[in-house]
């Protein structure tokens, strides 16, 4: 895997590197700690379209964690043979790219000089690389624009009010979660209606720059939160990729060790392990496993505001303690100067999204299944009909597809059931009988589904509950009788 990968940032040289696939690269620089791949990355970097100014703190951080990390590879062929026709390493391969930069890269002149001095962790053919690196960028006489704006990883979500409705916490707040003491509780009782910070991680990670340096921000977060009284405004929760391994106490340990104070609002977290998929599906989270263990995955960290809805995040590259700081200000100063305005929308939404849903599809392919059910039943007099007809029945396939697929973060299996019990009466009885009230009678169906599957878990557990009562009072009447 990881020759797989470093080739494939390597090739980006070559091939040229899209900007979709810098942050990638950043990414390796910044936390790797494999010398095939850091080294592909600092290659790969030099195929971008423009040289930076930006890209030299990665680089230069590149440097530092291949210390007795190096080794020697060859990044021009897949599988190489000894001895090595192109030989290069981690460390050489950063230097090129300094030297591809040129003049972007004057700030990197003093820790360069540095390393001249520095015999015990830089070979003399490495001084030799770095001396040259050096004057090539001095040589750089060009009046460069040196933006000291840093790349980053953060992004904030601009999405439709429809969209925000149903990526928001609430939607998957019936699930519960394991705290660092054991004690379990709906992940909707832990959120409680706070601004809340949200990261990843996993207590067998063997990078330091990835899961051990994000539970530390937390613990300067939290402190810095105390120090400006903001602690009990703001929820700190960190959840586990490696619910089967982590437990309740190991988590808490590895919490402990790195200065987090757990309280009401600062958690480390875990789903069970098969309900890992749920908080995956909702975050979109970058992680893969093999068998019971996770073997690669990202930085990532979440704010939410006091609603549930995901207002900011940060992928891949590093966030820092002051940046999650100032969000969260933010964050606070919005949700007090409009509270009353973000209640009222908030109760608003509440009562009128489901039934809005109905009228306004998930996807764009929804609308298909919803209007050519309204007009399926008089299909037969279109003449483009013969070619419309399949088409209809297979987004309807799909949209029941999809309904099954997401019924684990939404209400379960009986929307499922119903909208497919109105597909399948639009199919037979409706369309192929030209029964028009069974048609009918099957839209009604597929929209009752769509609705069901809508609600929010606190409003479908009050229906479900009701229609479970309701069954077991007619079931013991009809015992009795």
Same mark, same amino acid.
């Given at each position: 895997?990881?020759?797989?990968?470093?080739?494939?940032?390597?090739?980006?040289?070559?091939?040229?590197?899209?900007?979709?696939?810098?942050?990638?690269?950043?990414?390796?620089?910044?936390?790797?700690?494999?010398?095939?791949?850091?080294?592909?990355?600092?290659?790969?970097?030099?195929?971008?379209?423009?040289?930076?100014?930006?890209?030299?703190?990665?680089?230069?951080?590149?440097?530092?964690?291949?210390?007795?990390?190096?080794?020697?590879?060859?990044?021009?062929?897949?599988?190489?043979?000894?001895?090595?026709?192109?030989?290069?390493?981690?460390?050489?391969?950063?230097?090129?790219?300094?030297?591809?930069?040129?003049?972007?890269?004057?700030?990197?002149?003093?820790?360069?000089?540095?390393?001249?001095?520095?015999?015990?962790?830089?070979?003399?053919?490495?001084?030799?690389?770095?001396?040259?690196?050096?004057?090539?960028?001095?040589?750089?006489?060009?009046?460069?624009?040196?933006?000291?704006?840093?790349?980053?990883?953060?992004?904030?979500?601009?999405?439709?009010?429809?969209?925000?409705?149903?990526?928001?916490?609430?939607?998957?707040?019936?699930?519960?979660?394991?705290?660092?003491?054991?004690?379990?509780?709906?992940?909707?009782?832990?959120?409680?209606?706070?601004?809340?910070?949200?990261?990843?991680?996993?207590?067998?990670?063997?990078?330091?720059?990835?899961?051990?340096?994000?539970?530390?921000?937390?613990?300067?977060?939290?402190?810095?939160?105390?120090?400006?009284?903001?602690?009990?405004?703001?929820?700190?929760?960190?959840?586990?990729?490696?619910?089967?391994?982590?437990?309740?106490?190991?988590?808490?340990?590895?919490?402990?060790?790195?200065?987090?104070?757990?309280?009401?609002?600062?958690?480390?977290?875990?789903?069970?392990?098969?309900?890992?998929?749920?908080?995956?599906?909702?975050?979109?989270?970058?992680?893969?496993?093999?068998?019971?263990?996770?073997?690669?995955?990202?930085?990532?960290?979440?704010? /939410?505001?006091?609603?549930?809805? $995901?207002? @900011?995040?940060?992928?891949? &590259?590093?966030?820092? %303690?002051? =940046? !999650?700081?100032?969000?969260?200000?933010?964050?606070?100063?919005?949700?007090?100067?409009?509270?009353?305005?973000?209640?009222?929308?908030?109760?608003?939404?509440?009562?009128?999204?489901?039934?809005?849903?109905?009228?306004?599809?998930?996807?764009?392919?929804?609308?298909?299944?919803?209007?050519?059910?309204?007009?399926?039943?008089?299909?037969?007099?279109?003449?483009?009909?013969?070619?419309?007809?399949?088409?209809?029945?297979?987004?309807?396939?799909?949209?029941?597809?999809?309904?099954?697929?997401?019924?684990?973060?939404?209400?379960?299996?009986?929307?499922?059931?119903?909208? /497919?019990?109105?597909?399948?009466? $639009?199919? @037979?009885?409706?369309?192929? &009988?030209?029964?028009? %009230?069974? =048609? !009918?009678?099957?839209?009604?169906?597929?929209?009752?589904?769509?609705?069901?599957?809508?609600?929010?878990?606190?409003?479908?557990?009050?229906?479900?509950?009701?229609?479970?009562?309701?069954?077991?009072?007619?079931?013991?009447?009809?015992?009795?009788?």
């Amino acid at each position: 895997m990881i020759r797989i990968r470093g080739y494939a940032l390597a090739s980006f040289k070559e091939t040229g590197t899209p900007d979709s696939a810098i942050n990638f690269i950043l990414d390796e620089l910044q936390n790797g700690r494999n010398a095939y791949m850091v080294g592909g990355a600092a290659r790969g970097l030099r195929g971008a379209k423009h040289p930076k100014a930006q890209y030299v703190s990665f680089l230069i951080q590149g440097v530092y964690n291949l210390k007795y990390h190096d080794d020697s590879f060859d990044l021009k062929v897949f599988k190489p043979k000894w001895p090595l026709k192109n030989p290069s390493s981690g460390r050489l391969e950063i230097f090129r790219t300094l030297k591809w930069l040129k003049g972007h890269a004057k700030a990197a002149l003093p820790e360069l000089k540095s390393f001249l001095n520095n015999t015990q962790d830089f070979s003399p053919d490495l001084h030799k690389e770095i001396q040259k690196t050096i004057d090539i960028i001095e040589e750089d006489k060009r009046e460069l624009e040196l933006s000291c704006c840093e790349v980053e990883g953060r992004s904030t979500t601009k999405i439709s009010w429809l969209w925000k409705g149903m990526r928001n916490i609430r939607n998957i707040g019936n699930l519960e979660v394991q705290n660092e003491n054991g004690q379990t509780l709906p992940l909707e009782d832990i959120i409680n209606r706070k601004p809340t910070v949200v990261a990843f991680f996993y207590t067998r990670c063997m990078n330091p720059n990835k899961c051990t340096l994000t539970i530390n921000k937390i613990g300067w977060l939290q402190k810095k939160l105390i120090q400006n009284g903001l602690d009990d405004k703001v929820n700190l929760l960190a959840f586990t990729y490696d619910p089967g391994y982590d437990t309740p106490t190991k988590m808490r340990v590895f919490g402990e060790n790195r200065g987090i104070v757990f309280g009401s609002n600062v958690h480390v977290l875990r789903t069970r392990p098969e309900q890992f998929d749920i908080l995956s599906d909702f975050f979109q989270l970058g992680v893969n496993h093999v068998s019971s263990t996770v073997n690669q995955h990202r930085l990532e960290l979440f704010l /939410l505001n006091h609603n549930g809805n $995901i207002k @900011i995040t940060y992928k891949r &590259l590093q966030w820092t %303690v002051d =940046s !999650i700081f100032k969000d969260i200000e933010k964050l606070l100063k919005k949700s007090s100067r409009f509270k009353w305005i973000n209640n009222l929308k908030n109760s608003i939404l509440q009562t009128l999204f489901p039934v809005l849903l109905i009228f306004f599809p998930k996807c764009p392919v929804c609308w298909g299944v919803y209007l050519s059910a309204f007009g399926i039943s008089s299909l037969q007099s279109i003449p483009y009909s013969p070619w419309l007809i399949p088409f209809i029945f297979i987004v309807i396939l799909i949209n029941l597809f999809i309904m099954y697929r997401k019924s684990k973060i939404r209400n379960g299996l009986i929307p499922f059931w119903i909208s /497919l019990t109105g597909g399948v009466l $639009i199919l @037979i009885p409706g369309y192929l &009988l030209s029964n028009e %009230v069974i =048609s !009918i009678l099957g839209v009604f169906l597929i929209l009752i589904g769509s609705l069901l599957n809508s609600l929010s878990f606190k409003h479908w557990s009050k229906i479900s509950s009701l229609f479970s009562s309701s069954f077991h009072d007619l079931k013991k009447a009809m015992s009795k009788n």
